[in-house]
């Protein structure tokens, strides 16, 4: 039950009986006073406060509610599944011609995110984090630059000389970082500026520039 009517004395009285029904506090919930109470008069016409209690939606809803509205206005026809979790929010859109949503090595999918962390801060007060995916293609890119980083080591390794990756988006370069940083044979670190970062993989024998 996400939601309740109930009845009492006063609004108070009204309003700790929702909450008692939903089992949830009063910052859990929006109130709407339906009816305010009227004392009788010579014991006619009295009525008691009542009140609607629903609970708040969730910021995972929220953002559910947000990319589903951002897919009509660009002209798609989609849904958002969502899933909350300590790390954040993770939305999976399903619909037709979701290909074209993705763009080159998921620049729009990274857009959307950003789009919807902005708006995200502003109704929420904090920045969520928000992964949107479709057609998982966030899996397929993990795996990719997982095989990726792995040939770099055993280059790096097997030449005793730095391998320049590709310039990357700052949340690939995170994942190479990881994939390497247990790696007893090799060094990791990020060189350039904007558009032309990218992850450099040294050989344990040679030391990296600094960050």
Known sequence: MSATEHSGRTVAE??????AALGVSRDEVEVEVIQEPRPALLGLGGRE??????RKATP?????QEVEQLLSLM????????EESADGISLTLVGQEMDSLIGRDGKTLDALEFLLGLHMARRQGQWIPIVVDTQGYRARRESTLI?????????????????????????????????LQGDPRVT??????GEQ??????????TPPPE
Not at 49 to 54: D, E, I, M, Q
């Open 147 to 179: 095989a990726t980083a792995q040939q770099a080591a055993e280059r790096a390794a097997r030449e005793g000389a730095p391998v320049f990756l590709e310039p990357m988006e700052s949340r690939d370069r995170r994942t190479v970082h990881t994939v």
């Open 60 to 64: 995972g809803a929220f953002a559910q």
């Open 14 to 19: 009204a309003l700790d009986r929702a909450l």
């Open 49 to 54: 406060a009542k009140v609607r209690v629903a």
């Open 188 to 193: 990791t670190a990020s060189e350039g500026e």
């Open 197 to 206: 970062r990218r992850v450099v993989v040294h050989p344990k024998e040679s």
């Open 75 to 82: 002209g798609y026809e989609g849904q958002a599944t969502v």
